[in-house]
């Protein structure tokens, strides 16, 4: 994903090792913190948090994980409003 490669090095290792630890084994167990389910929204349909700064954005077809986007917890609205399609 280009989205890493706007992240720093520690970031982008944390990111990596988060979503394969998260989103290999329960991508759709929703948890408080960390996976979301976005319910408005038609694509986009989850949001894991890494972190306290990092976003993840997903879709979940069958066995499939599509990772969307890593943006930073200041731009995930307005990418959700650029890119997310609501219900």
């Known amino acids: ?6 992240l720093d090095a ?9 979503v394969d630890e998260h989103l290999r084994h329960g991508p759709t167990i929703e948890s408080k913190s960390r996976i979301k389910r976005l319910r408005a929204m038609a694509h986009t349909q989850y949001r894991f948090r890494v972190g306290e700064h990092i976003r993840v954005f997903y879709d979940v077809a069958g066995d499939e994980v599509t990772i969307l986007s890593v943006v ?16």
């Open 1 to 6: 994903l280009d989205d890493l490669k706007s």
């Open 10 to 18: 520690n970031r982008r290792a944390t990111v990596k090792n988060t």
């Open 72 to 87: 930073t917890k200041d731009k995930a609205n307005a990418w959700l409003g650029e890119f997310g399609v609501r219900s």
